[in-house]
């Protein structure tokens, strides 16, 4: 059975007296029984409180009122790692002065226990967190008791500590990484901050993955959460430990500089390699994959002093990173605030401008070389914008794609386009050009099909442009769109050949139609040897591969004859039209025949 030490004196002596006076005046049996059954009574007693006390979680100890140990029970010896025999009958302040000399006593032994008994005198409780061995912790409560002395009861608060530790973590720490989160990055950022005198610097680091979103899409979730556990080891790697490296959610991280004299230069150099190190190849389920960083930079006190404004402006410079073409690092700039204020209000403009149908479609004929003839017409939009007028593409249409607004707005021009055509005569086609994001839409083909169906356009009279980045992009689900596009009758255009990536390979990899020349090479034809050079050798590629060549932005007659040398098969151009409204169409159709004067006259 469980021991308790201490010292319940026995009822035997006390009851002496007693029992021998009634033994003696009563001389009965009556006394004894009287007596035994008390005897039995008080013995239950005890039984019953040593039980309590040794299934007692905590850890007990009483004192008397000079301090001296008058009781304990057997998990308090365990508690505080000391045998039964070094505690009973112990004076408290002996206890802590052997605790001291063990090592295992933090402070005065006198000081803090005359403060103890000071309190307990008050009739005050008195607490504390205790770390004992093991790595254990366990909260100690002294409470007074009426005669003076006192009663502790430890109890072992270890695992409830590890349990609100664990608690707090999750809180301020990304579960997938283990990095800070948001939370955590601003404390850190706020008290950067707070110690940021003229020496002191900061630099925040928006971090943002270039062709994330592809890897999720493409390889899967699981295979995503693997790169961005190995991104956060690598930047990790890039900083020094005073350093803060977050993750925001999604593929964005943050990382905070702080430091004496901290130069734009160091700040410059730690980007670089950061773009060089996440830029280095990922090998995750044996499979090689490539991602790339963009980085904006934000610098107190020059760029903000607000934790919400440096995070802002860092972010501000990290889309001028990646529109200037990713795999890069920016600084703020102040000019770049007012430029993201304007895309905002654009970008509210282009959603509401596709409920209004604020876009038109305009025409372009393509001629052919060899009947002088318009063959087909490439639909061009406009957008009418209530304030600013009639806008180009290049306005507007980076932006859809950027905000996916491009989907439903390449929808619209090919519905629109498709019920235009439909009105044309048979022997005219329609090009319309696709953007690389409207690739990653699992729909275009199936919205190809029904806009030209829903038209009763012959699908042989649709002809797709698209340019080389949308084969770099992600290349089978690309040319398996392709594949049913032709199959269903479309003819395929690739455009704007000869810029970007530019690489024969892409022309073979995929049985074109036709290949426009780019409108560069066009143009400095006449001017420089290598455009003249590029021109001829698409034209011979076109030739040999049967696909028809087109020539872009021929604006003089001296390129329609060269073009027409190097036997070139179709034109388009400000020398014979420029992008119409389609009311105009009808009439261009009815002067359907180019003559060299007239071309002029065109232009
Ligand atoms: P693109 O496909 O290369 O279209 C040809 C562009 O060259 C048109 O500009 C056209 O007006 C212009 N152009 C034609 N002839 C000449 C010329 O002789 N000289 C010069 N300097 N330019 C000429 P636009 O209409 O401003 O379109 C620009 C680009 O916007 C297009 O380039 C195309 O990439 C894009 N785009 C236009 N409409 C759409 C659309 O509906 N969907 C998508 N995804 N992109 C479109
Ligand atoms: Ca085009
Ligand atoms: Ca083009």
């Known amino acids: 059975m469980a021991q308790i030490y201490g010292f319940v004196s026995d009822p035997q002596n006390w009851h002496f007296g007693i029992l021998t006076g009634l033994a003696w005046l009563l001389a009965s049996g009556v006394a004894i029984g009287l007596f035994a059954r008390l005897k039995a009574k008080l013995q239950q007693q005890k039984l019953r409180l040593d039980t309590a006390l040794e299934n007692m979680s905590q850890g007990l100890c009483m004192h008397n009122a000079d301090g001296r140990i008058i009781m304990f029970n057997e998990r308090y010896c365990k508690m505080t790692g000391r045998s039964a025999a070094s505690l009973k009958d112990r004076h408290l302040l002996d206890v802590f002065k052997e605790r001291k000399v063990l090592g295992d006593f933090v402070g005065d032994p006198e000081i803090y226990f005359a403060d103890l008994i000071s309190k307990i005198r008050a009739g005050k409780s008195n607490s504390f967190i205790w770390h004992g061995a093991a790595d254990r912790t366990y909260h100690v409560v002294d409470e007074p008791m009426r005669d003076g002395g006192w009663v502790s009861t430890v109890e072992d608060i270890s695992d409830w500590r590890e349990a609100q530790k664990k608690i707090e973590h999750m809180a301020r720490h990304d579960s997938l990484t283990n990095l800070p989160n948001r939370r955590h990055f601003s404390e850190q950022l706020e008290l950067a901050l707070q110690r940021l005198s003229r020496k002191q610097q900061i630099a925040v680091l928006c971090i943002d993955l270039d062709h994330f979103k592809d890897v999720n899409d493409t390889l899967g979730h699981p295979v995503g959460d693997e790169v961005l556990k190995e991104v956060s080891d690598r930047l990790s790697m890039c900083v020094r430990k005073s350093d803060t490296v977050a993750r925001l959610g999604g593929d964005e991280f943050v990382i905070l500089l702080a430091g004496e004299n901290l130069q734009p230069t160091d700040v410059s150099a730690m980007a670089s390699r950061i773009v060089e190190i996440v830029g280095m190849p990922y090998e995750i389920d044996e499979q090689k994959i490539i991602i790339g960083a963009s980085i904006g930079i934000s610098m107190a006190p020059q760029d903000g002093k607000e934790a919400d404004q440096l995070l802002q402006n860092a972010d501000m410079a990290l889309y001028r990173a990646k529109s200037d073409g990713r795999g890069t690092c920016r600084y703020f700039e102040p000019g770049m605030d007012a430029s993201a204020q304007a895309r905002r209000i654009l970008t509210l403009d282009l959603r509401a401008a596709l409920l209004r149908e604020e876009f038109e479609v305009y025409y372009q004929p393509i001629y052919d ?9 490439e639909a061009l939009v406009r957008w009418n914008h209530p304030i600013r007028g009639m806008m180009p593409p290049a306005a507007f249409i980076p932006l859809a794609e950027e905000t996916g607004l491009i989907v439903p707005l390449g929808e619209w021009v090919l519905r629109k386009a498709c019920q235009d055509a439909a009105q ?32 009763a356009l012959s699908p042989r009279r649709l002809e797709v442009e698209i340019t080389e980045s949308v084969l770099i992009q992600d290349h089978e689900a690309a040319l398996s769109a392709l594949h049913q596009l032709r199959n269903f009758g479309v003819r395929i255009s690739m455009d704007d050949f ?18 426009k020349i780019d409108q560069s090479f066009v143009q400095e034809m006449e001017l420089q040897d290598d455009s003249m050079a590029i021109v001829r050798a698409i034209t011979a590629l076109g030739k040999s591969l049967g696909i028809t060549t087109t020539a872009e932005g021929v604006e003089t007659s001296e390129q329609l004859n ?5 036997g070139c098969a179709q034109v388009q151009g400000y020398l014979f039209s420029r992008p119409q409204p389609a009311s105009v169409v009808e009439e261009l159709l009815l002067h359907n025949q180019v003559s060299e004067q007239r071309e002029l006259k065109a232009g």
């Not at 000869?498 to 290949?515: A, I, Q």
């Not at 060269?562 to 190097?566: D, N």
């Open 498 to 515: 000869g810029t970007g990536y530019s690489s024969l390979s892409n022309l073979r990899s995929f049985p074109f139609d036709k290949v």
């Open 424 to 455: 044309w005569s048979e022997a005219v086609d329609l090009a319309v050009n696709l953007s690389p994001a409207q690739f990653k839409n699992r729909d275009l083909v199936s919205s190809i099909i029904e806009a030209v169906t829903t038209a």
């Open 562 to 566: 060269l073009l027409r040398l190097e």
């Open 369 to 377: 070389l060899k009947t002088n003839k318009i063959t087909s017409f």
